[in-house]
């Protein structure tokens, strides 16, 4: 089965994007929409990001929020800066199928971490690092796509246990997609006070 593409089908959905997307029939603001807009995007827009990507008491800082042209490309730009050419980088045993492809183009080695009703387990993890050590971990602690399960806080504070090893031996990095819904976004993320760790949350925006 080819979960690549999914698309939601919700009885007043056209209606609901019709409305979203009149304000941008008027010329002076679909003008500004079709401008190029860079990686750095613009300080409203930094902050406005920073504000959507806060949980848990964590806010980032705006500075430290970068913008790409999808999903698909801010993925690819956090796996490649992230995970050199030959390393591995473990997932759950079902993930995203974009960066199957991406793992293959980049010559990295993907490595699927079992999961369960409570989503990515820990121990396998740590089993899976301990075998060959991982450079880095995309997980959807949060409203798994597309299984749906969040991952319970004893979960999460085992999760940040498991990650601190590899974290301080081999400056692992996390790569968490951030979940749009409000009630979720108020779960903690899985912690990134660790020495040597890195964070990278990805926020999908669509127009």
Request: no cysteine; proline share 9%; charged share 20%.
């Given at each position: 089965?080819?979960?690549e593409?999914?698309?939601?089908?919700?009885?007043?959905?056209?209606?609901?994007?019709?409305?979203?997307?009149?304000?941008l029939?008027?010329?002076?603001?679909f003008?500004d929409?079709l401008h190029?807009?860079?990686?750095?995007?613009t300080?409203?827009?930094?902050?406005?990001?920073?504000g959507?990507?806060?949980?848990?008491?964590?806010?980032?800082?705006?500075?430290t929020?970068?913008?790409?042209g999808?999903?698909?490309?801010?993925?690819?730009?956090?796996?490649?800066?992230?995970?050199p050419?030959?390393?591995?980088?473990a997932?759950?045993?079902?993930?995203?199928?974009?960066?199957?492809?991406?793992?293959?183009r980049?010559?990295?080695?993907?490595v699927?971490?079992e999961?369960d009703?409570?989503?990515?387990?820990?121990?396998?993890?740590?089993?899976a690092?301990?075998?060959?050590?991982?450079?880095?971990?995309?997980v959807?602690?949060?409203?798994?796509?597309?299984l749906?399960?969040?991952?319970p806080?004893?979960?999460?504070?085992?999760?940040?246990?498991?990650?601190?090893g590899?974290?301080r031996?081999?400056g692992?990095h996390?790569?968490?997609?951030a979940p749009r819904?409000?009630?979720?976004?108020?779960a903690?993320?899985l912690?990134?006070q660790?020495?040597?760790s890195?964070?990278?949350y990805?926020?999908?925006?669509?127009?």
């Open positions: 089965m080819d979960l593409l999914n698309f939601a089908v919700l009885p007043s959905q056209s209606a609901k994007l019709a409305d979203a997307l009149e304000p029939l008027r010329t002076d603001v003008t929409a190029p807009v860079g990686a750095a995007g300080k409203a827009v930094r902050e406005a990001a920073a959507l990507l806060a949980r848990g008491g964590w806010t980032p800082g705006p500075g929020v970068l913008i790409t999808n999903g698909r490309q801010g993925i690819a730009a956090a796996v490649s800066a992230f995970v050419m030959g390393e591995r980088l997932v759950e045993a079902l993930t995203y199928p974009v960066v199957k492809a991406m793992a293959r980049l010559g990295i080695e993907l699927p971490i999961t009703a409570g989503g990515l387990v820990p121990a396998a993890l740590e089993a690092h301990a075998t060959a050590p991982v450079r880095a971990l995309y959807q602690p949060t409203l798994h796509n597309p749906g399960p969040t991952m806080a004893a979960r999460r504070a085992r999760g940040d246990r498991a990650t601190a590899p974290a031996g081999r692992q996390l790569r968490l997609p819904n409000r009630a979720a976004r108020r903690s993320p912690k990134r660790r020495a040597g890195l964070a990278a990805w926020l999908r925006l669509k127009r």
